[in-house]
């Protein structure tokens, strides 16, 4: 699958279309949240928001379950652990806080589907049982690479992950640049920071090495995907739980 973080970057030009009328954080979340099944394994079936209907059925009220946790309890904590030169131009947007309203719940549920469709639509060309890919039969034209015999679907799939992920931290680069920065009064000490980062980095690494521990004694073979993929998802699932 193509990184989940990488699939905000497809997200990105409908926040340049709809400009302050899409929720940009709505839109994000909504981008990752089919991916949601992979942080949660057996709770949800794992393709269970990757459909049209799945947007409807499982994206939009997971999606927006998320929205109101990351505003309601997780954005400010996350500022506390970036840099100072960051916390300066994000601090007013962070603990900024508007009106729930219906206008506000309908928009953000727009932005949730329409950041998820765009997820689905990736997910399309670059999975093996991809709506795309069971249509166009070259992408499952095989190429060999370092002895290896790889579908064009799984290039796809492992070159947008990296085109993704490089355009989605550009993004973030200039999203923070265009914010003024303000004066910031600390609520921690540098010691108290640096614990909190720690403690937090130590908790990400330990749950994620027993998500990965229970991952490999699940795999099937060695294949490219217990290699690279599980580990990915064992450290995600460790960075959300931490």
């Known amino acids: 699958m193509p990184f989940t973080v990488s699939h905000v970057a497809a997200a990105a030009p409908l926040a340049l279309v709809w400009r302050g009328r899409l929720v940009l954080s709505a839109l994000v979340i909504g981008s990752m949240v089919p991916d949601l099944t992979l942080l949660v394994p057996g709770l949800f079936d794992r393709d269970v928001g990757r459909s049209i209907g799945g947007v409807v059925v499982f994206c939009v009220p997971a999606g927006l379950l998320l929205l109101a946790l990351w505003h309601t309890f997780l954005k400010e904590p996350v500022l506390e652990l970036l840099p100072a030169a960051v916390r300066r131009r994000l601090v007013f947007s962070a603990r900024r806080r508007r009106a729930l309203n219906v206008a506000i719940v309908l928009n953000a549920a727009a932005a949730v589907g329409a950041g998820a469709l765009t997820h689905v639509l990736w997910d399309s060309v670059t ?26 679907y799984r ?88």
Do not use: K
Request: charge should be positive.
């Open 127 to 152: 999975h093996s049982d991809g709506w795309i890919v069971q249509r166009a039969t070259w992408l499952e034209s095989t190429f060999t690479v370092g002895g290896l015999h790889v579908p064009v």
């Open 155 to 242: 290039l796809l799939q492992h070159g947008s992950s990296l085109a993704g992920l490089i355009l989605t931290a550009g993004m973030f680069v200039v999203w923070v640049n265009r914010r003024e920065p303000i004066a910031l009064r600390e609520r921690m000490t540098v010691q108290q920071r640096a614990l909190l980062r720690a403690t937090w980095l130590g908790l990400t690494v330990g749950f994620g090495a027993i998500f990965l521990r229970f991952e490999l004694a699940h795999a099937d073979s060695s294949t490219v995907y217990t290699t690279f993929g599980r580990p990915v998802v064992a450290a995600m699932r460790g960075f959300a739980v931490a």
